[in-house]
C-alpha cells in the first residue's frame, strides 16, 4: 500500500448529494443573520463561526429537537444521516486494533447489535485549539442519530473502510479522516489542518448507549492539533460551535453535573482522565512528549 501525506489540501473525495431541509430551530446559532437555503451551498458560503457568550440548556436544545424526530422507528431520520448511515463503511477492529471487517455506520451502531461484541469499530476524536489556547467545542445537530444535542470536542467520527483511511504508517489513515470530517462538519479547509501537524496522543475503548436503540463501541483514536482556523458550520452536522478556555469548560461540566446541558460519553472520558493534564502540554508546545499512542486505555 503506497503512503498517502496530503498536508495542504483534502483527499479526493466523491461530492456529496445536495440536501434539501427547513429553517434551522431557533437555538442554532451560526449568524444573526443566517437564513437556509434550498439545497446546502458550498462550505465556503456558510457564515463565519459566531463564538457564543452562553451555553444552551438541554431544555430548550430538547424542544428543539422535538420537531425533527417520527413516532416510527427511523421514520424521522433525516435524509442526510440516513445516507450516511447507510452508505458510510465503518472499520471493524478487535480490543488489540487489529483490521477484521467493515460494516455500515447503521448497523455498527444498533445496540442490539453492539451487545453481540461484533460491532468494535474503529473513530477518533479531534481536540483543536487556536493559538490563544482555546478548545472549539461543538453541540452536535438536532438531526444526528446517536447523541443529538449534546456537546463534544471539536470533532467525533470515523475513519472509512477505503485505502486513504485504512493507512496504518504514522496512523495516517486516522489523519487523513480527520482532516475530512474537520471539513465536512465545520467547514475547515484543508490547508487549515496538515494531517501531519495531528499529534496522536492515544487510544481508548470505550461502549455506551444513547438512547435506547443507538449506542457507541470505539476504539477512538485522540488527536489533537493547535491551529487558528476558518470555521464554517455545516448545520447538518453542528447546532452550534464555541471556543472555551479551562474555566469555561469548568462550567460547562458543571451545567453538564447539573443536568442543564449533555455531554458527550466519549468527551467526559477525555475530559476525566486526560484533557486538562494534556492541555498543559498544548501551551508548552510538549505535547509529543506525553503521547500515550502505544496504549489502549479501557474506560
Known amino acids: 500500500m503506497s503512503l498517502l501525506l496530503n498536508t495542504s489540501s483534502a483527499l479526493p473525495l466523491s461530492p456529496s448529494p445536495p440536501s434539501s431541509f427547513s429553517s434551522p430551530p431557533p437555538r442554532l446559532r451560526l449568524s444573526s443573520s443566517f437564513a437556509l437555503p434550498p439545497r446546502r451551498p458550498p462550505h465556503s458560503s456558510f457564515p463565519p463561526l459566531r463564538v457564543s457568550q452562553s451555553f444552551?440548556?438541554?431544555?430548550?436544545?430538547?424542544?428543539?429537537?422535538?420537531?425533527?424526530?417520527?413516532?416510527?422507528?427511523?421514520?424521522?431520520?433525516?435524509?442526510?444521516?440516513?445516507?450516511?448511515?447507510?452508505?458510510?463503511?465503518?472499520?471493524?477492529?478487535?480490543?488489540?486494533?487489529?483490521?477484521?471487517?467493515?460494516?455500515?455506520?447503521?448497523?455498527?451502531?444498533?445496540?442490539?447489535?453492539?451487545?453481540?461484541?461484533?460491532?468494535?469499530?474503529?473513530?477518533?476524536?479531534?481536540?483543536?485549539?487556536?493559538?490563544?489556547?482555546?478548545?472549539?467545542?461543538?453541540?452536535?445537530?438536532?438531526?444526528k442519530v446517536t447523541f443529538p444535542l449534546v456537546w463534544t470536542n471539536t470533532c467525533c467520527s470515523h475513519p472509512l473502510y477505503r485505502d486513504s483511511e485504512l493507512i496504518a504508517e504514522n496512523h495516517l489513515g486516522v489523519r487523513n479522516a480527520a482532516q475530512r470530517k474537520l471539513l465536512d462538519e465545520l467547514g475547515i479547509p484543508a490547508e487549515d489542518v496538515p494531517v501531519d501537524q495531528f499529534t496522536p496522543l492515544g487510544r481508548m475503548l470505550y461502549k455506551a448507549p444513547s438512547d435506547g436503540k443507538w449506542g457507541e463501541h470505539e476504539l477512538d483514536y485522540l488527536l489533537f492539533i493547535v491551529r487558528d482556523v476558518n470555521v464554517h458550520?455545516?448545520?447538518?452536522?453542528?447546532?452550534?460551535?464555541?471556543?472555551?478556555?479551562?474555566?469555561?469548560?469548568?462550567?460547562?461540566?458543571?451545567?453538564?453535573?447539573?443536568?442543564?446541558?449533555?455531554?458527550?460519553?466519549?468527551?467526559?472520558?477525555?475530559?476525566?482522565?486526560?484533557?486538562?493534564?494534556?492541555?498543559?502540554?498544548?501551551?508548552?508546545?510538549?505535547?509529543n512528549e506525553v503521547s500515550e499512542i502505544g496504549t489502549i486505555h479501557k474506560l
Not at 83 to 98: A, G, H, K, P, T
Not at 102 to 129: D, P, Q
Not at 263 to 279: A, G, H, I
Request: proline share 3%; net charge negative; glycine share 4%.
Open 233 to 287: 458550520p455545516n448545520p447538518d452536522e453542528v447546532a452550534e460551535a464555541k471556543y472555551v478556555n479551562r474555566d469555561q469548560l469548568k462550567e460547562l461540566l458543571q451545567k453538564a453535573d447539573a443536568g442543564e446541558v449533555k455531554l458527550s460519553p466519549w468527551f467526559r472520558l477525555v475530559v476525566e482522565n486526560f484533557l486538562f493534564k494534556w492541555w498543559d502540554h498544548v501551551e508548552k508546545g510538549t505535547l
Open 56 to 143: 444552551p440548556t438541554q431544555a430548550s436544545a430538547a424542544a428543539a429537537a422535538t420537531t425533527t424526530m417520527g413516532d416510527a422507528p427511523d421514520a424521522g431520520m433525516d435524509a442526510v444521516q440516513r445516507r450516511l448511515m447507510f452508505e458510510d463503511e465503518c472499520i471493524l477492529v478487535d480490543e488489540s486494533d487489529n483490521v477484521v471487517g467493515h460494516e455500515s455506520k447503521y448497523n455498527c451502531h444498533l445496540w442490539e447489535n453492539i451487545l453481540t461484541g461484533k460491532m468494535l469499530h474503529r473513530a477518533f476524536s479531534v481536540f483543536l485549539f487556536n493559538t490563544k489556547y482555546e478548545l472549539l467545542l461543538q453541540q452536535r445537530s438536532a438531526t
